[in-house]
């Protein structure tokens, strides 16, 4: 079993940068797939990026494509989402979420580890 707890959320200019970070307990966190989702108000959860175990393979919604970066430090049991650019639309709470297996995974239920999430707004 595995607990997560995002961190680094907060308020930022469109334009500017944040970077969120997922920790987790437990061991064997590189057994993970793991992601970044989010949610706006009114709107249902959805995927913004996805890691393999190894970092090695990575997805990226459309909508942040060649602004946002996910990468995973195994040493430290912890998963990042890079956040540049950062657009009015991208305000949302970010959840991070983790189910075992090694391949890239971008699906996840509620059977699957979440974290309670990370408040990110981003003004005009």
């Known amino acids: 079993q595995v607990q997560l707890v995002e961190s680094g959320g907060g308020l930022a200019q469109a334009g500017g940068s944040l970077r969120l970070s997922c920790a987790a307990s437990?061991?064997?966190?590189?057994?993970?797939?793991m992601a970044w989702f989010r949610q706006a108000p009114g709107k249902e959860r959805e995927i913004v990026a996805a890691i393999n175990w190894s970092g090695g393979a990575t997805f990226y919604a459309d909508s942040v494509k060649g602004r946002f970066t996910i990468s995973r430090d195994n040493a430290k049991n912890t998963v990042y989402l890079q956040m540049n650019s950062l657009k009015p639309e991208d305000t949302a709470v970010y959840y991070c979420?983790?189910?075992?297996?090694?391949?890239?995974?971008?699906?996840?239920?509620?059977?699957?580890?979440w974290g309670q999430g990370t408040q990110v707004t981003v003004s005009s």
């Open positions: 437990g061991r064997s966190f590189s057994r993970y797939a």
């Open positions: 979420a983790a189910a075992v297996g090694y391949g890239l995974k971008i699906t996840y239920s509620q059977d699957d580890y």
